[in-house]
C-alpha cells in the first residue's frame, strides 16, 4: 500500500467516519465525547501528529489559508498528495503535521507516541463556552485566543485565532509538557514557546 493511500485513509469525515482511526479513549481526554462531536457535525481528520477537529460552522479554506506553511526545510518530511476528493483537508493535514515537525525541530525535543488534539470553533462565543467547560471560569481575554490544555494534550482555537504562529507556539507548549517527565515551570515554557515562534521561518 503505498503512502499516498494511506494518507487519504487517515482522513476522517463525519459521513465516512472509521471508528478504528479515533478511538474513544482519546477523545475523552480531550474532553470532547466522539458520539457527540459525529453527532453535532464535526470533521474530524486524523494527521500523522495531530487529531484535528473542526467545528460544523468552521470555514475550512479559512483555517487551510490561516496556518498554510510559510517556511521551507529540506530535512522535514514532505511527501503529501492530495487527492481532488479530500485535496483541502489533505492540505491542512500537511500544514499541521509540518509545523508540529518543525516545532519538534526548533526544539530538539522529539516525544513519543505524541498525538496533539486541535479544537478549531468558529467564533469566540463557542470557545469561551468550552473555555468555561474546562476551568468553570469565563475566559477574561479581551481578544480572540487559542490556548493549550495539558490534561486533554489539546489546543483550543477559533477559525480566526488560529494561524501557523499561534498553532507552532500552542504546539510547543504540548511538546515541551510531553518531553520532560515533570513539566517546567510556565514561564519556561512560555519562552522556549517564543523561541519557537522566533525561529519558525529559520
Request: aromatic share 10%.
Amino acid at each position: 500500500m503505498n503512502k499516498h493511500i494511506r494518507m487519504k485513509k487517515r482522513i476522517v469525515l463525519t459521513l465516512l467516519i472509521i471508528i478504528c482511526l479515533c478511538p474513544s479513549e482519546a477523545f475523552s481526554q480531550a474532553g470532547m465525547d466522539p458520539d457527540e462531536l459525529l453527532s453535532s457535525g464535526w470533521i474530524i481528520i486524523e494527521a500523522e501528529h495531530c487529531t484535528i477537529m473542526l467545528h460544523p460552522n468552521v470555514n475550512v479554506n479559512k483555517v487551510y489559508r490561516n496556518t498554510k506553511i510559510r517556511f521551507w526545510d529540506i530535512l522535514i518530511e514532505k511527501d503529501y498528495h492530495a487527492s481532488k476528493e479530500h485535496a483541502i483537508f489533505e492540505s491542512i493535514m500537511e500544514n499541521f503535521d509540518r509545523t508540529f515537525q518543525k516545532v519538534e525541530k526548533i526544539l530538539d525535543m522529539y516525544p513519543r507516541n505524541m498525538n496533539v488534539k486541535v479544537a478549531i470553533y468558529p467564533n469566540q462565543l463557542l470557545l469561551d463556552g468550552k473555555h468555561y467547560e474546562i476551568f468553570g471560569e469565563e475566559n477574561t481575554s479581551d481578544r480572540e485566543d487559542a490556548y493549550y490544555v495539558h490534561n486533554h494534550t489539546t489546543i483550543y482555537a477559533t477559525q480566526n485565532s488560529i494561524s501557523q504562529e499561534v498553532l507552532a507556539h500552542e504546539m510547543g507548549h504540548a511538546i515541551v509538557d510531553h518531553y520532560f517527565l515533570i513539566p517546567p515551570p510556565e514561564k519556561v515554557k512560555e519562552l522556549l514557546c517564543q523561541y519557537v515562534e522566533l525561529h519558525l521561518a529559520d
